[in-house]
């Protein structure tokens, strides 16, 4: 270890007494203050600007953390994507130069061994990366001081990550800079090599067995992982076997230019190496066997702690068996179903499941066919069958049809005609199945609402239902007309719809038919026929007794749902609210969600964290639009307490205007004399609930039915977060985090400014000043 060190010490020595390390010091530095100083310096004006105009504003909207480090302008991706033009530079002599001069014959005969010369060199290297990741360090230092609630553990583990990455380069480094004696090529060596292993990841990824050989040689993702803040085991081995290897590698061409052994013999020491290192890597990289530390204050990068226990409730040994079934002719199939796209499929999709459940198994399906009643293919392509569309889809896509199975043998095997045979994943565990669905949104691959609503699914043998009622002209949750009700609930192409989080929806009519028990709540939308004495006595049995309703009405048909409520103690005011306001109809009410929206789903309501210190900043009531509704009351005397989820603006000029509202003309005019009614506040929205029979009854209302249809929410959160109150907050699985607490910035502008001028100009002048002189020294001795 003396001699290695030895080595080390006399070649750092060497480092700083050339121009290069100085240079590439400076360059270092000034690129690192410059993705910094300049970021903090403009999110600096920006909050004296937004403090000084807006007294309501809290900070901004994402995290400062990932905006001014981690972001795609910040620091750790830019000095990680420019990191290996560094590098070569800095090794591209540290073998050859000794070869140049002739000097490792001096070397080979000291007392010094190759290994010692190899470790001592990379170990002074090692060194250099220290004060690499010091000037890192000191802008990370920075950044705790410059933000408020800075993620700690993410900017750690970036530093991590870029510790390990800059080790490889090296390793990678020094050996190019032993396989040649010129300097400028071992340099371009290296940057081809670091080249090739941050994208193989993107090769060959058609073919299934080296697939996963190229994916785990992929440099690009494990950095990103880091930067992330999530620690893989995986990761860290990865980062050694490189190192290792191509240390190796400059040990074994070292020695081999001091022997005389047959080429054979030498090819299977490295071979050999080879094998040994990606072996280790990939059985290290297998679900089951990696260890992981999320070291986000969020734990963002870790399955919410209610989809965690719901992979715990599948038994030991009973694996899940997920399939993915792709069609080249269907929707995402470029998003996802290529075999392209697989490892994204696995790695990003799977990934945080395979950690608390290592036994899912996968399949593939890779298929061809055309739904029977979508005509569009075959007027696209004239006379040819099934299998000739897809020859010719496939030469402009890269599909390959001889990979993939006949629409025969496809719908042997199962039914996906009701999918729309789209990009799907069926979902099997101990004789149940169902599907978990892909969207076209961007994101493509479900989220962990969708997911954890499957695996529940296959675990309980019922789900919640929630029956709407037809036969008076309801809101149709089959339709997709703009008025209807299509969009969130029933339509599997949207993620946020309720069949798709976890609920069986249905629709009931009531004259032919009993409410059944259990259900999770019965939904009267908007009917615009009076209902029968039948339906009434059924419904106000079934509230009676303590079930779940939602009811939902427009003006002008309150008195059609009104009888229902009587027992209740609440009614729907007969009218139309009037909101006069600057931008919006009259009847375009303006109400504001309320503190109510809390207790409606707790687990779902992202609250923002306010500054402990800071008291006079609140948070800024959200607005949303309802066009035509009435609103609701509770009359004295009543046995329900009350939410009111939704509440009126009393800032702006609000009545309830009886009679006829014409809304395309001049202002309407508040009347007493045609019964207008005038109050502080009218809430739109809310629930009545008490507590009978052992259980907590709930009861929604809404003066808006169109509120929820296709054209104007089409699954809005509000939707969701009813249907959750309406559940008792069982379904669905929101796997919400909390929002950012890193959203201010602590210095001023001035403060900012100064540390442009300090980190960016004066620093690295002083570097390049002690630079000079100690070189100008150094020459004259």
């Not at 038994?315 to 796209?341: C, D, F």
């Not at 009259?586 to 109400?591: D, S």
């Not at 054209?711 to 008792?728: A, C, P, Q, V």
């Amino acid at each position: 270890m003396k001699l290695i060190l030895k080595v080390a010490r006399t070649e750092l020595r060497n480092l700083f007494y050339s121009p290069v390390a100085w240079f590439l010091t400076i360059a270092f530095m000034a690129q690192c203050a410059l993705f910094y100083t300049i970021m903090v310096e403009k999110m600096a004006r920006f909050q004296e600007l937004f403090v000084k105009n807006n007294s309501e504003w809290i900070g901004f909207n994402d995290s400062l953390t990932q905006t001014i480090f981690l972001a795609d302008q910040g620091i750790f991706v830019n000095v990680l994507q420019n990191l290996f033009l560094f590098v070569p530079l800095l090794t591209m002599g540290l073998i050859s130069r000794e070869i140049n001069n002739g000097t490792i014959k001096l070397l080979y005969s000291s007392p010094l061994k190759i290994r010692h010369i190899v470790l001592g060199k990379y170990l002074a290297t090692m060194a250099y990366n220290v004060l690499l990741v010091g000037i890192v360090g000191v802008f990370v230092i920075l950044g705790m001081t410059n933000i408020e609630y800075v993620d700690y553990g993410r900017l750690l583990t970036s530093l991590l990550g870029f510790f390990m990455l800059v080790c490889a380069y090296t390793a990678i480094g020094i050996f190019m800079s032993s396989v040649t004696t010129y300097q400028i090529i071992s340099a371009i060596a290296t940057f081809t090599i670091i080249f090739f292993l941050s994208y193989i990841g993107e090769l060959w990824q058609k073919y299934d067995y080296i697939r996963d050989i190229t994916h785990f040689l992929s440099m690009k993702g494990r950095a990103i992982k880091l930067l992330s803040g999530l620690i893989r085991t995986t990761d860290i081995i990865y980062f050694a076997t490189i190192i290792v290897m191509f240390l190796g590698f400059t040990l074994f061409r070292l020695k081999g230019a001091r022997e005389f052994v047959p080429t054979y013999k030498k090819s299977i020491r490295y071979v050999s190496l080879i094998v040994v290192c990606l072996a280790v890597g990939y059985i290290t990289s297998r679900p089951g066997l990696i260890g992981y530390w999320d070291t986000t204050r969020d734990n963002i990068n870790t399955i919410h702690p209610k989809t965690q226990a719901i992979l715990a409730g599948f038994e030991k040994n009973e694996p899940v068996e997920i399939t993915l079934y792709a069609n080249m002719l269907g929707r995402n199939w470029m998003q996802g179903g290529m075999p392209e796209r697989r490892m994204d499929y696995m790695w990003r999709l799977w990934e945080p499941y395979l950690r608390f459940k290592p036994d899912l198994k996968f399949k593939f399906v890779t298929y061809y066919d055309i739904p029977d009643n979508d005509s569009t293919l075959y007027k696209a392509f004239p006379g040819k069958t099934k299998k000739q569309i897809a020859e010719e889809i496939g030469k402009g896509i890269g599909g390959d049809v001889s990979k993939c199975m006949p629409p025969e043998e496809v719908r042997k095997m199962i039914d996906l005609t009701p999918e729309g045979m789209q990009l799907v994943l069926q979902a099997k565990y101990k004789g149940r199945a169902t599907f978990i669905r892909t969207y076209v949104d961007g994101v493509t691959w479900p989220n962990e609402t969708n997911v954890s609503a499957a695996f529940l699914r296959l675990q309980q043998d019922t789900m919640p239902k929630v029956l709407f009622t037809s036969g008076n002209l309801e809101r149709s949750i089959f339709k997709s007309g703009e008025r209807e009700y299509a969009g969130g609930v029933t339509d599997i192409s949207k993620r946020a719809s309720l069949v798709n989080i976890g609920f069986d929806n249905d629709t009931i009519n009531l004259d032919q038919q009993d409410i059944p028990k259990g259900i999770s709540s019965l939904v009267i939308a908007d009917p615009k026929t009076a209902l029968s004495p039948v339906k009434q006595d059924k419904i106000r049995k079934y509230i009676a007794g303590g079930g779940n309703v939602f009811i939902l009405t427009e003006p002008g048909k309150t008195d059609l749902v009104n009888p229902l409520l009587a027992e209740t103690g609440t009614e729907f005011m007969p009218g139309t609210i009037v909101e006069i306001s600057k931008n919006e109809a009259p009847n375009m009410a303006l109400p504001f969600v309320t503190k109510d929206i809390e207790k409606m789903a707790p687990d779902a309501i992202q609250k923002l964290r306010l500054k402990i210190k800071n008291e006079r900043k609140t948070p800024k009531r959200r607005h949303v639009k309802m066009l035509g509704t009435t609103a609701i009351r509770q009359l004295p005397g009543s046995s329900f307490s009350k939410y009111s989820f939704l509440q009126t603006n009393s800032q702006n000029d609000i009545w309830i205007k009886m009679g006829h509202l014409v809304a395309d003309s001049t202002a309407p005019v508040f009347s007493p004399q045609e019964g207008d009614f005038r109050d502080s506040s009218f809430s739109l929205m809310g629930g009545i609930y008490r507590n009978i029979n052992g259980k907590e009854q709930r009861i929604m209302l809404s003066g808006d039915a169109d509120f929820f249809s296709n054209r104007r929410s089409n699954g809005d959160d509000m939707l969701l977060f009813g249907f959750s109150w309406l559940d008792n907050n069982r379904f669905p699985n929101f796997a919400v985090r909390p929002s950012p607490m890193d959203l201010n910035i602590k210095i001023s502008s001035e403060t900012a400014n100064m540390q442009v001028w300090v980190f960016l100009y004066i620093l690295p002048a002083i570097v390049l000043l002690l630079g000079i002189v100690l070189l100008v020294r150094r020459k004259r001795k």
